[in-house]
T-cell receptor, first 116, second 112 residues
């Protein structure tokens, strides 16, 4: 079955540590995204990538980094510079250039990060 | 002002009730609108698009009012399984890139 796999599902980290969240898709989608969701707030875009080896900052990129070395993979690193990293992180993908028309993003099940 | 605003709810309704949610958006240039559904602690999933002429999908009806910049979702004959958070989503163009802006969601709880 095609889909998006995020891991780990739950993650605890100590302050000052970097952590990398994995996102893998086998939908053959060019575009991939990372969102953050906090209680009472909408999803906020962290980074997005329209094509391999290219990515752009979203609205809240500070304290995060990404890479896009393969079409299937878009890992997100939450660095120690991120002030409030505790959140629900969602990875998504779409067929490039279609979101305006279809609005369809395919999401993974999310990774819940808690900083202790 | 947030780009997309929704009443957080919760809307508590009995099974069989009709319930409606509204959502307002600030960018008058927005062209595309959608509703997503998100179950508790799960990922969002696309529910339906919102067309200018309004559209219906079974018990769900979505409407757009461009003049007042709001979108609505009507659910008829509510089921227990409709309990979820409904996210209003608006497409915005920024730097030549189409970006989906998500509202914070309206929570619906359907009870027996």
């Amino acid at each position: 079955d095609g889909g998006i796999t995020q891991s780990p599902k739950y993650l605890f980290r100590k302050e000052g540590q970097n952590v990398t969240l994995s996102c893998e898709q086998n939908l053959n989608h060019d575009a991939m995204y990372w969102y953050r969701q906090d209680p009472g707030q909408g999803l906020r875009l962290i980074y997005y990538s329209q094509i391999v080896n290219d990515f752009q900052k979203g609205d809240i990129a500070e304290g995060y980094s990404v890479s896009r070395e393969k079409k299937e993979s878009f890992p997100l690193t939450v660095t120690s510079a991120q002030k409030n990293p505790t959140a629900f992180y969602l990875c998504a993908s779409s067929i490039r250039g279609t979101t305006a028309n279809t609005g369809e993003l395919f999401f993974g099940e999310g990774s819940r990060l808690t900083v202790l | 002002r947030k780009e997309v605003e929704q009443d957080p709810g919760p809307f508590n309704v009995p099974e069989g009730a009709t319930v409606a949610f509204n959502c307002t958006y600030s960018n008058s240039a927005s062209q595309s609108f959608f509703w997503y559904r998100q179950d508790c602690r799960k990922e969002p999933k696309l529910l339906m698009s919102v067309y200018s002429s309004g559209n219906e999908d079974g018990r769900f009806t979505a409407q757009l009012n461009r003049a007042s910049q709001y979108i609505s979702l009507l659910i008829r004959d509510s089921k227990l399984s409709d309990s979820a958070t409904y996210l209003c989503v608006v497409n915005s163009v920024s730097g030549g890139y189409n970006k989906l802006i998500f509202g914070a969601g309206t929570r619906l709880a359907v009870h027996p």
